[in-house]
């Protein structure tokens, strides 16, 4: 629902700015170079908020809010070139929500939803200075001017410090988009000195210009990441890329002809063209939602046969888990049930208590073991630090004294942080099941993109009762060997002096990889 409502309100978004270019346009005739160049700046960025919103298949929250960048973006220009006295506070108080949107995206970009140190006093920053700026448009200009430069360096060093604290979270990204952050960078120049060329006779014209464009500096991430869903435009689940070039070409080339016709001038053209793009948007957010309700009827070949696939895999799981019902929760329950007939008793009520709350954590721990579920509120160290205290209750009458040595910046991206998750549950299990020792260390670190995940404990037993025995008695250690191992890892098991045993899992952390995964949160 959410999702829907986002779309319609950047749709009316989108039918509002050409309302309103439309009847600056009337109302200036000619109308002068700024308002021609703001009019088209405005459509570029209208015209590409509906295109990655449209893509944006998996609700991305970073990839929504450049949406909503760019739809205030457009506003923000279309209002520095009009001399009314209401549209001019509308302007002025852009200025201090489009940079706090701004500072919170590249956040987001950077650590992709997921929690971080110092987050709550990050946004607090963001938000407070936000605010004491849009205070300060009713009090006078130079009040505004005065915190709105306090907002910005504010701002500013709010990010420095965060980035600076997580500053290998931070190099990790920009190892991973730099390619794009420096194409992205040669555009802004390009552009930069184009509309420098085509403006310079307009007065104003370079001021508040870092406001808008700094947003541009990710946008070929952002596209970059949006191309990765193959065909994740809706309209193409009817039409083919040629399909949709041809009949888009056919639009442009139909307002062109209703503009020679009629003579309505260049900008009109341009207003035309935002009202075809609209329409084009309104069809993918119906289309999306038919899809989703399963009522589309015209469904390619090749998207009915990865349905069946995953229809495949669902039934499967199904089977899994109806198997899981049957076997561990059916048979309580009609225990239970049964039991009912003597509940007087007081021995029976008793066992009825233990038995539900016997199914009340195990249910609970299939589901972690089905799908671990990591706080996005958290950091990745809090959520593990959660995990160990977890298992530890799970043995009540083992009593190990675990020092858990991981960095409060520790940064795992998808789908990294739910595998390390698995990978430390398995072995901090097989110390408290298997292990004789009474202690056990544990070292997380991830450096250079490789993440590194050591277990060691001082008990009795040697390498060969993990290396040399059947595999079937440790089938989870095994089966977790088997993946670190897929994914170009490695498992290496020692002995720890001078008892006990060494687990060191070395892991690389590939973001081209893991980056596939950025939508999917």
């Not at 070139?81 to 509308?90: E, L, M, R």
């Not at 085509?198 to 596209?223: A, D, E, Q, R, W």
């Not at 002809?257 to 793009?277: E, K």
């Not at 229809?311 to 049930?337: A, C, G, P, V």
Request: with cysteine.
């Amino acid at each position: 629902m959410k999702r829907m409502i986002f779309k319609l309100l950047l749709f009316i978004n989108f039918i509002l700015l050409i309302l309103y270019m439309g009847l600056e346009i009337n109302i200036q005739m000619p109308c002068s170079m700024s308002k021609t160049v703001s009019v088209f700046l405005s459509s570029l960025m209208l015209i590409d908020a509906s295109y990655v919103s449209s893509c944006n298949i998996r609700d991305n929250k970073a990839i929504s809010l450049f949406c909503g960048l760019l739809a205030l973006d457009g506003w923000y220009i279309s209002l520095s070139v009009s001399d009314n006295a209401i549209t001019n506070i509308a302007f002025y108080a852009l200025s201090p929500v489009i940079w706090c949107i701004f500072i919170h995206f590249i956040l987001m970009f950077l650590f992709q939803g997921s929690g971080y140190k110092f987050k709550k006093a990050a946004n607090l920053c963001l938000t407070g200075t936000c605010i004491c700026s849009l205070i300060g448009i009713l009090i006078s200009d130079n009040m505004f001017a005065l915190l709105y430069g306090i907002q910005f360096l504010a701002s500013w060093l709010c990010f420095i410090f965060v980035a600076a604290y997580h500053r290998k979270r931070a190099a990790f990204v920009l190892k991973a988009e730099w390619k794009s952050i420096l194409f992205s960078l040669v555009v802004i120049i390009i552009l930069f000195i184009a509309y420098c060329l085509t403006t310079m006779g307009i007065k104003g014209n370079l001021s508040n210009f870092g406001v808008y464009i700094p947003v541009l500096l990710f946008s070929m991430s952002i596209h970059g990441i949006i191309l990765k869903e193959h065909r994740s435009f809706p309209l193409s689940a009817i039409f083919s890329r040629f399909q949709l070039l041809l009949l888009l070409l056919f639009g442009v080339i139909i307002c062109g002809l209703i503009t020679m016709t009629f003579g309505i001038g260049r900008l009109s053209y341009l207003l035309m063209l935002d009202a075809m793009f609209a329409f084009i948007y309104v069809c993918n957010i119906i289309l999306d939602f038919n899809l989703r309700q399963g009522s589309g009827n015209m469904v390619m070949e090749s998207k009915y046969n990865a349905a069946l696939a995953q229809l495949q895999q669902e039934e499967q799981i199904n089977l899994e888990f109806s198997n899981f019902l049957h076997d561990n929760i059916l048979q309580d329950l009609l225990s239970i049930k049964n039991m009912m007939y003597k509940s007087t008793s007081p021995e029976i009520q008793k066992i009825i208590t233990q038995t539900l709350d016997h199914m009340n954590s195990y249910i609970r721990e299939q589901m972690q073991n089905y799908h671990p579920v990591l706080l996005s509120k958290l950091t990745i160290k809090e959520n593990y630090q959660n995990l160990l205290a977890y298992i530890a209750q799970s043995f009540p009458d083992r009593h190990i004294s675990i020092v858990f040595d991981c960095s409060d910046s520790l940064f795992l991206v998808p789908p990294y942080d739910i595998f390390i998750y698995r990978l430390l549950k398995e072995l901090v299990t097989n110390v408290y099941k298997h292990s004789t020792g009474e202690k056990a260390w544990i070292t997380l670190t991830q450096d250079h993109g490789m993440i590194v995940l050591c277990v060691k404990d001082n008990g009795s037993a040697d390498t060969d009762s993990l290396t040399c025995v059947d595999s079937s008695k440790h089938r989870g250690l095994a089966l977790s060997a088997d993946r670190v191992h897929s994914m170009d890892g490695t498992v290496s098991i020692t002995p720890n002096f001078p008892h006990g045993i060494c687990v060191c899992i070395s892991l690389p952390m590939k973001g081209d990889a893991s980056y596939q995964y950025f939508i999917s949160r």
